[in-house]
């Protein structure tokens, strides 16, 4: 499973090493930001960010599975905690857009005037008829994900594709 997020490392107060794979600028799948003292027989080691006299940022693309690494540039340590910051931000303001999408979202059922209840993703099958005959073609059969929810009075059913808003969604607030 792809890693998702940010990780510090030890931690997010006064992290020495901070793993992005979430929040990045367009076409990067994930970046390291290291914060850096010289010495060492590298040439520099890792230290913690308040300790740290510059730091380094590599980078890996979007192509295909696991790409590997750019070769590190030394950057500034401001410049390190604002590569972070900005991740942190465009994560933030994705989730306070998914919040104002997910609050307009009404789960009642509008028959029992009760909320559906969140069942998982169900997996559907998709496929095209196959030649000459109205049967299914074992070829092009996909499994289409959805998030199902199901009224436990009625059992009517409302889905929602996966990979647009994060499930289950909180239902619209009831005053
Ligand atoms: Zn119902």
Excluded: N
């Excluded at 972070?84 to 029992?112: H, S, Y």
């Excluded at 209840?117 to 289409?144: C, K, N, W």
């Amino acid at each position: 499973m792809a890693k998702q997020g940010i990780e510090y490392s030890p931690d997010r107060s006064d992290p020495q090493r901070v793993r992005l794979y979430d929040g990045l600028p367009e076409g990067i799948s994930r970046a390291e930001v290291t914060f850096r003292v010289a010495g060492g027989l590298r040439g520099s080691r890792v230290v913690p960010v308040s300790r740290a006299e510059f730091a380094q940022l590599r980078t890996a693309l979007e192509s295909g599975y696991e790409s590997p690494w750019s070769a590190p540039s030394r950057i500034t340590v401001s410049e390190g905690q604002y590569y972070v910051r900005q991740a942190e931000q465009r994560i933030a303001e994705r989730a306070a857009e998914f919040e104002r999408r997910a609050a307009r979202i009404d789960l009642d059922c509008p028959w029992c005037e009760q909320p559906r209840r969140y069942l998982g993703q169900i997996g559907f099958v998709t496929g095209h008829t196959g030649f000459m005959t109205e049967a299914p073609s074992e070829l092009g059969q996909l499994v289409d994900k959805q998030h199902a929810y199901r009224c436990d009075s009625c059992g009517s059913l409302l889905y929602f594709a996966d990979g647009v808003l994060p499930h289950p969604l909180p239902g619209r607030k009831r005053s």
